[in-house]
T-cell receptor, first 114, second 112 residues
Framework: GAVVSQHPSRVICKSGTSVKIECRSL??????MFWYRQFPKQSLMLMAT?????????EQGVEKDKFLINHASLTLSTLTVTSAHPEDSSFYIC??????????FGDGTRLSIL | AQKITQTQPGMFVQEKEAVTLDCTYD???????LFWYKQPSSGEMIFLIY??????QNATEGRYSLNFQKARKSANLVISASQLGDSAMYFC?????????FGAGTILRVKS
Protein backbone atom coordinates (compact mmCIF):
# COMPACT_ATOMS: atom_id res chain seq x y z
CA GLY A 1 0.00 0.00 0.00
CA ALA A 2 0.91 3.64 -0.34
CA VAL A 3 3.37 4.96 2.20
CA VAL A 4 2.91 8.59 1.15
CA SER A 5 -0.57 9.96 0.67
CA GLN A 6 -1.23 13.15 -1.26
CA HIS A 7 -4.52 14.99 -1.32
CA PRO A 8 -6.36 16.18 -3.32
CA SER A 9 -5.58 14.33 -6.51
CA ARG A 10 -7.20 16.95 -8.69
CA VAL A 11 -8.19 20.57 -8.21
CA ILE A 12 -9.96 22.88 -10.62
CA CYS A 13 -10.52 26.40 -9.37
CA LYS A 14 -10.83 30.01 -10.38
CA SER A 15 -7.94 32.40 -10.77
CA GLY A 16 -7.12 34.14 -7.49
CA THR A 17 -7.99 31.16 -5.31
CA SER A 18 -5.49 29.74 -2.85
CA VAL A 19 -5.10 25.97 -2.99
CA LYS A 20 -3.70 23.74 -0.26
CA ILE A 21 -2.16 20.36 -1.06
CA GLU A 22 -1.40 17.87 1.71
CA CYS A 23 1.33 15.26 1.79
CA ARG A 24 1.27 12.65 4.55
CA SER A 25 3.73 9.92 5.39
CA LEU A 26 1.55 7.02 6.50
CA UNK A 27 3.80 4.61 8.35
CA UNK A 28 7.02 6.47 8.99
CA UNK A 29 8.16 9.79 10.34
CA UNK A 30 9.49 12.21 7.77
CA UNK A 31 11.59 15.08 9.03
CA UNK A 32 12.10 16.08 5.44
CA MET A 33 9.71 16.03 2.52
CA PHE A 34 10.13 17.33 -1.00
CA TRP A 35 7.78 19.16 -3.35
CA TYR A 36 8.11 18.88 -7.11
CA ARG A 37 6.38 20.47 -10.04
CA GLN A 38 5.96 18.77 -13.38
CA PHE A 39 4.73 20.23 -16.65
CA PRO A 40 3.25 17.89 -19.28
CA LYS A 41 5.81 15.57 -20.83
CA GLN A 42 8.59 17.16 -18.82
CA SER A 43 10.71 16.13 -15.90
CA LEU A 44 10.12 16.67 -12.21
CA MET A 45 11.58 19.93 -10.96
CA LEU A 46 12.33 20.24 -7.27
CA MET A 47 10.58 23.26 -5.84
CA ALA A 48 11.48 23.08 -2.19
CA THR A 49 12.58 20.94 0.71
CA UNK A 50 10.10 20.89 3.56
CA UNK A 51 11.73 20.64 6.98
CA UNK A 52 9.74 19.63 10.05
CA UNK A 53 9.69 22.40 12.60
CA UNK A 54 11.64 24.88 10.53
CA UNK A 55 11.45 26.93 7.37
CA UNK A 56 11.38 25.27 4.00
CA UNK A 57 14.37 25.53 1.69
CA UNK A 58 13.36 26.78 -1.73
CA GLU A 59 15.15 26.11 -4.98
CA GLN A 60 16.38 29.02 -7.03
CA GLY A 61 13.63 30.74 -8.93
CA VAL A 62 10.77 29.43 -6.79
CA GLU A 63 8.72 32.17 -5.15
CA LYS A 64 8.39 31.39 -1.46
CA ASP A 65 5.50 33.81 -1.06
CA LYS A 66 3.62 32.11 -3.89
CA PHE A 67 4.26 28.56 -2.73
CA LEU A 68 3.88 28.41 1.05
CA ILE A 69 5.14 25.26 2.71
CA ASN A 70 4.31 24.18 6.23
CA HIS A 71 5.71 21.05 7.88
CA ALA A 72 4.16 21.18 11.33
CA SER A 73 4.42 17.50 12.20
CA LEU A 74 6.57 14.51 11.35
CA THR A 75 3.88 13.09 9.09
CA LEU A 76 2.39 16.09 7.33
CA SER A 77 3.66 18.73 4.93
CA THR A 78 1.40 21.14 3.10
CA LEU A 79 1.96 23.21 -0.01
CA THR A 80 -0.30 26.21 -0.49
CA VAL A 81 -0.40 27.86 -3.88
CA THR A 82 -1.48 31.38 -3.00
CA SER A 83 -3.61 33.49 -5.31
CA ALA A 84 -3.23 30.91 -8.06
CA HIS A 85 -3.22 31.98 -11.69
CA PRO A 86 -3.43 29.92 -14.90
CA GLU A 87 0.36 29.76 -15.16
CA ASP A 88 0.39 27.88 -11.84
CA SER A 89 -1.53 25.05 -13.46
CA SER A 90 0.67 21.99 -13.24
CA PHE A 91 1.17 18.58 -11.66
CA TYR A 92 2.51 18.85 -8.12
CA ILE A 93 3.97 15.82 -6.39
CA CYS A 94 5.56 15.27 -3.01
CA UNK A 95 8.01 12.70 -1.74
CA UNK A 96 9.58 11.51 1.49
CA UNK A 97 12.29 9.06 2.35
CA UNK A 98 15.74 8.51 3.78
CA UNK A 99 19.10 9.18 2.15
CA UNK A 100 20.29 6.34 -0.10
CA UNK A 101 16.80 4.89 0.02
CA UNK A 102 14.11 5.21 -2.65
CA UNK A 103 11.93 8.22 -2.17
CA UNK A 104 8.28 7.39 -1.67
CA PHE A 105 6.10 9.61 -3.80
CA GLY A 106 2.53 10.69 -3.36
CA ASP A 107 0.21 10.15 -6.30
CA GLY A 108 0.39 13.81 -7.25
CA THR A 109 -2.09 16.65 -7.59
CA ARG A 110 -3.24 17.98 -10.94
CA LEU A 111 -3.96 21.66 -10.47
CA SER A 112 -5.96 23.52 -13.10
CA ILE A 113 -6.57 27.22 -12.68
CA LEU A 114 -9.29 28.67 -14.88
CA ALA B 1 26.86 20.48 -10.22
CA GLN B 2 25.01 17.23 -10.56
CA LYS B 3 23.45 16.54 -13.93
CA ILE B 4 21.47 13.66 -15.37
CA THR B 5 21.12 13.17 -19.13
CA GLN B 6 18.62 10.95 -20.86
CA THR B 7 19.17 11.32 -24.59
CA GLN B 8 16.22 9.22 -25.81
CA PRO B 9 12.98 11.22 -25.77
CA GLY B 10 11.03 8.17 -26.93
CA MET B 11 11.59 4.48 -27.52
CA PHE B 12 9.57 1.68 -29.07
CA VAL B 13 10.02 -1.98 -28.23
CA GLN B 14 8.23 -5.09 -29.36
CA GLU B 15 6.43 -7.02 -26.67
CA LYS B 16 8.58 -9.74 -25.09
CA GLU B 17 11.81 -8.15 -26.29
CA ALA B 18 14.42 -6.39 -24.15
CA VAL B 19 15.02 -2.66 -24.22
CA THR B 20 17.76 -0.42 -22.86
CA LEU B 21 17.06 3.11 -21.67
CA ASP B 22 20.14 5.29 -21.52
CA CYS B 23 21.23 7.48 -18.64
CA THR B 24 24.48 9.34 -18.11
CA TYR B 25 25.36 11.49 -15.15
CA ASP B 26 27.89 14.02 -14.07
CA UNK B 27 29.09 14.50 -10.54
CA UNK B 28 32.30 15.21 -8.68
CA UNK B 29 31.11 13.30 -5.63
CA UNK B 30 32.60 9.91 -4.88
CA UNK B 31 29.53 8.68 -3.04
CA UNK B 32 26.18 8.93 -4.79
CA UNK B 33 23.06 6.98 -5.57
CA LEU B 34 21.28 6.42 -8.86
CA PHE B 35 17.60 5.58 -9.20
CA TRP B 36 15.17 4.69 -11.93
CA TYR B 37 11.49 5.52 -11.64
CA LYS B 38 8.53 4.69 -13.85
CA GLN B 39 5.70 7.15 -14.30
CA PRO B 40 2.54 5.81 -15.99
CA SER B 41 0.08 8.20 -17.56
CA SER B 42 -1.80 8.31 -14.25
CA GLY B 43 1.14 10.24 -12.79
CA GLU B 44 2.38 8.25 -9.83
CA MET B 45 6.10 7.65 -9.49
CA ILE B 46 7.04 4.00 -9.13
CA PHE B 47 10.50 3.10 -7.86
CA LEU B 48 12.19 0.47 -10.01
CA ILE B 49 15.83 0.05 -9.07
CA TYR B 50 18.73 1.61 -7.15
CA UNK B 51 22.49 1.56 -7.65
CA UNK B 52 24.96 2.91 -5.15
CA UNK B 53 28.25 4.26 -6.43
CA UNK B 54 30.21 1.80 -4.30
CA UNK B 55 28.13 -1.21 -5.26
CA UNK B 56 30.38 -3.61 -7.13
CA GLN B 57 27.62 -5.55 -8.78
CA ASN B 58 24.95 -4.23 -11.10
CA ALA B 59 21.58 -3.95 -9.42
CA THR B 60 18.78 -6.26 -10.52
CA GLU B 61 15.09 -6.30 -9.58
CA GLY B 62 13.04 -8.88 -11.41
CA ARG B 63 12.87 -7.87 -15.08
CA TYR B 64 14.83 -4.68 -14.39
CA SER B 65 18.59 -4.50 -14.33
CA LEU B 66 20.92 -1.56 -14.21
CA ASN B 67 24.01 -1.57 -16.42
CA PHE B 68 26.31 0.53 -14.25
CA GLN B 69 29.52 1.68 -15.88
CA LYS B 70 31.14 3.97 -13.37
CA ALA B 71 34.11 5.04 -15.48
CA ARG B 72 31.76 6.09 -18.26
CA LYS B 73 29.30 7.59 -15.76
CA SER B 74 26.41 5.70 -17.24
CA ALA B 75 23.56 3.87 -15.54
CA ASN B 76 21.38 2.39 -18.25
CA LEU B 77 18.16 0.58 -17.39
CA VAL B 78 17.53 -2.74 -19.08
CA ILE B 79 13.99 -4.09 -19.16
CA SER B 80 13.79 -7.71 -20.22
CA ALA B 81 10.74 -9.44 -21.71
CA SER B 82 8.82 -6.19 -22.22
CA GLN B 83 5.14 -6.16 -21.41
CA LEU B 84 2.38 -3.84 -22.60
CA GLY B 85 2.13 -2.51 -19.07
CA ASP B 86 5.70 -1.26 -19.29
CA SER B 87 4.55 1.60 -21.53
CA ALA B 88 5.25 4.70 -19.47
CA MET B 89 7.70 7.53 -18.89
CA TYR B 90 10.96 6.45 -17.29
CA PHE B 91 13.17 8.77 -15.25
CA CYS B 92 16.75 8.33 -14.19
CA UNK B 93 17.63 10.26 -11.06
CA UNK B 94 20.69 10.99 -8.98
CA UNK B 95 20.76 11.71 -5.30
CA UNK B 96 22.90 14.54 -4.02
CA UNK B 97 22.77 15.32 -0.36
CA UNK B 98 19.20 14.36 0.40
CA UNK B 99 17.76 15.67 -2.87
CA UNK B 100 17.00 14.01 -6.17
CA UNK B 101 17.78 15.49 -9.57
CA PHE B 102 15.92 13.92 -12.47
CA GLY B 103 16.74 13.43 -16.11
CA ALA B 104 14.38 14.60 -18.83
CA GLY B 105 12.81 11.18 -19.10
CA THR B 106 12.22 8.64 -21.85
CA ILE B 107 8.77 7.66 -23.05
CA LEU B 108 8.65 3.93 -23.70
CA ARG B 109 5.96 2.39 -25.88
CA VAL B 110 5.61 -1.38 -26.01
CA LYS B 111 4.07 -2.68 -29.23
CA SER B 112 2.01 -5.86 -29.39
Amino acid sequence: GAVVSQHPSRVICKSGTSVKIECRSLDFQATTMFWYRQFPKQSLMLMATSNEGSKATYEQGVEKDKFLINHASLTLSTLTVTSAHPEDSSFYICSAGAIRQPQHFGDGTRLSIL
Amino acid sequence: AQKITQTQPGMFVQEKEAVTLDCTYDTSDQSYGLFWYKQPSSGEMIFLIYQGSYDEQNATEGRYSLNFQKARKSANLVISASQLGDSAMYFCAMEYGNKLVFGAGTILRVKS
